[in-house]
């Protein structure tokens, strides 16, 4: 048994001989799973036995890769787990081959007969997923077009690739001083560091060294940027999609209507972030901020040591508003070691949590004692309940939720436990130092995104009505949207409109608004929680349990989340003010 601070791997697989016989068995699965190319339209039968088949493996395959994988994290210089997952990277590839034909050979079936086909009991937990290729049929092409497009799938994708080489192996930024005149390296993943240092001097080298590089660079980037914006418009057109929008929120299990209805809630809201940006130059002691200044927190306060039972307990004690039967899961999950805890020398950094379905979810950790661990803690554990409820009361294949929702039971942990350290907090500045804390991760979050949404939208809506743009267009449409966003609370600095250049998401096009559709959910899931609304919490725990068996925007309105209605965002913002104003009255005390 390991120590009670690192994963117990044994109750995924005792030893190796377990998980030899479960990759052998895996292997005959994906050998049924083949049998049934070419017959899913002869019967129900046969697609019953198909998905089936197919369950089983998944969920064989989900322990089997998350074993390895989970091995490997733990000591990542270990040479025979790093051997080991890249065998079961292998084999993961093999099986996906293996089962790629289901979804397209079902989507050749006609409606009727499919419509036949679920009206029989051996297929109906299998519905969501047959009714989604039955929604995606319009939008598959032919089997030869589908071929060509899969062969130049690595060809679409090399725009993005060029940038991430470009920017993180080429750009070398110059360097900067402290307030003493030592020199300081200067990276992008420094950038943020160094924006967040209370000498104002370093704060405006590190901008100015980080925008020189782009500004050199930006007819470079925006052929590349551009490349990628008329990849996925070209495609869209090819599905017959309305526009790339269209394709992109389709695909997220989402819709246009969300995202507009974000959009235009935060553009009637932004008065709130211009005088959050108001208070924030206040205490720095500014009339204004520059846009170096937004970054750093004006209220920060030495952090505790603060030792991991009581972070604990401390997580415990605030979601205690969950109810016990959440708090003994997670009572159990820390006795049980469904955390790895400690940093260790060559584990993997930073932090997670991976349900294993029929098992239980796993944490990794990197704890060293501070207060944003406890916040780390509480975060992963949103993940982990969210994929306890949904692997105990779903199947492998409905169990996975999307996108839409992934980060949703997680902030909502967050949010709570801001609130119960708010709450219990009688420091006066500690306690403004945790709401300003909590106001600057929405603000980043929710209204930051929503700009950076914002953009994407107007560029791709300029490209599919055959605009052509350069990067000073590119450079003025951002420009202009920082400048609405910030508003005259800020002094727009002119370096800020190459900010574009440097967001490596915008190449995963129309992603960036799922950031702030989950923190909405979040605040007003939360809020809901905080003020013991009767049964809430119950039906809160209900949407969990589905998993991904209901469409997402389905999933959120079963918990009296609507995010196609203006309300929603209303409450979302609401809350906001509510902490700003707050705030603003701890200041004045």
């Known amino acids: ?114 419509e036949e086909y679920l009206k029989d009991s051996r297929i109906k937990e299998y519905e969501k997923t047959i009714r989604d290729i039955m929604k995606e049929k319009k939008h598959i092409l032919s089997e030869e077009i589908e071929e060509v497009l899969a062969k130049y799938s690595e060809i679409f994708s090399s725009a993005e690739n060029a940038y991430d080489i470009f920017t993180n192996t080429e750009f070398e930024f110059p360097s900067i001083k402290d307030e003493n005149g030592n020199e300081l390296k200067m990276s992008s993943a420094l950038f943020s560091k160094h924006l967040m240092n209370r000498n104002e001097n370093v704060r405006k080298q590190a901008f100015e060294s980080m925008y020189s590089l782009y500004k050199k660079h930006i007819n470079t980037i925006t052929e590349l940027y551009l490349t990628r914006v ?59 901020i520059h846009m170096y200044d937004a970054y750093v927190n004006t209220l920060d306060v030495e952090d505790d040591h603060i030792d991991y039972e ?70 992963e554990l949103g993940h982990s309940m969210h994929s306890y409820y949904s692997s105990k009361n779903q199947n492998v294949i409905n169990a996975n939720y999307t996108i839409m929702v992934a980060e949703v039971a997680s902030t909502v942990n967050e949010i709570i436990l801001a609130n119960y350290l708010i709450n219990k907090e009688t420091d006066k500045k500690k306690k403004a130092a945790l709401i300003n804390e909590q106001l600057d991760m929405i603000r980043a979050t929710l209204i930051r995104q929503a700009m950076f949404a914002e953009f994407e939208k107007d560029v791709h809506s300029k490209i599919e009505a055959g605009e052509s743009l350069t990067s000073e267009n590119l450079n003025n449409i951002y420009f202009e949207l920082v400048k609405k966003y910030f508003g005259e609370a800020s002094i727009i600095d002119e370096e800020i409109k190459y900010e574009w250049a440097r967001i490596p998401h915008f190449y995963r096009c129309f992603y960036v608004y799922k950031y702030s559709t989950g923190i ?70």
Not at 264 to 288: F, I, R
Not at 325 to 350: C, P, Q, R, T
Not at 524 to 531: C, D, E, H, W
């Open 310 to 379: 009581d972070a604990k307990n401390t997580v415990l004690d605030a979601l205690a508003i969950m109810g016990e039967e959440y708090i003994s899961v997670l009572k159990h999950a820390f006795e049980n070691n469904w955390l790895d805890v400690y940093e260790k020398d060559n584990k993997m950094s930073g932090a997670y949590s991976m349900g294993v379905h029929s098992v239980h979810p796993y944490v990794l950790l990197n704890y060293i004692n501070s207060s944003r661990d406890v916040s780390t803690i509480a975060h």
């Open 520 to 589: 909405t959910s979040a605040i007003v899931i939360a809020s809901k929680i905080l003020s013991g609304e009767p049964g809430y919490v119950e039906k809160y725990i209900k949407m969990l349990s589905m998993g991904g068996a209901k469409d997402s925007l389905s999933l959120l309105r079963s918990v009296d989340v609507d995010l196609e209605k203006e309300e929603t965002y209303e409450e979302a913002f609401k809350y906001f003010k509510d902490k700003l104003e707050e705030l603003e009255h701890l200041i004045e005390d």
């Open 230 to 288: 008329k990849t996925r418009v070209i495609s869209s057109k090819l599905r017959n999609y309305e526009s790339s929008l269209e394709q992109a929120t389709n695909n997220d299990d989402s819709n246009v209507a969300v995202y507009e209805t974000l959009l235009k809630e935060v553009n009637k809201n932004l008065y709130l972030n211009h005088e959050y940006l108001k208070l924030k130059a206040k205490l720095l002691g500014k009339d204004k």
């Open 1 to 114: 048994m390991e120590s009670k601070f690192d994963w117990n791997l044994k109750e995924i697989f005792e030893n190796e001989e377990a998980l030899e016989k479960a990759i052998n068995d895996l292997y005959t699965l994906i050998e049924q799973i083949k049998q049934s190319k070419g017959k899913l339209a002869s019967s129900v039968s046969e697609v019953a036995k198909c998905y089936k088949n197919l369950e089983k493996a998944l969920e064989l395959h989900e322990k089997i890769y998350a074993y390895s994988m989970l091995k490997y994290h733990q000591d990542m210089s270990n040479q025979e787990s790093m051997k080991l997952y890249k065998k079961i990277e292998a084999l993961t590839t093999e099986f996906s081959e293996a089962e790629s034909f289901i979804s397209p050979e079902m989507s050749k079936i006609s409606d009727e007969k499919l």
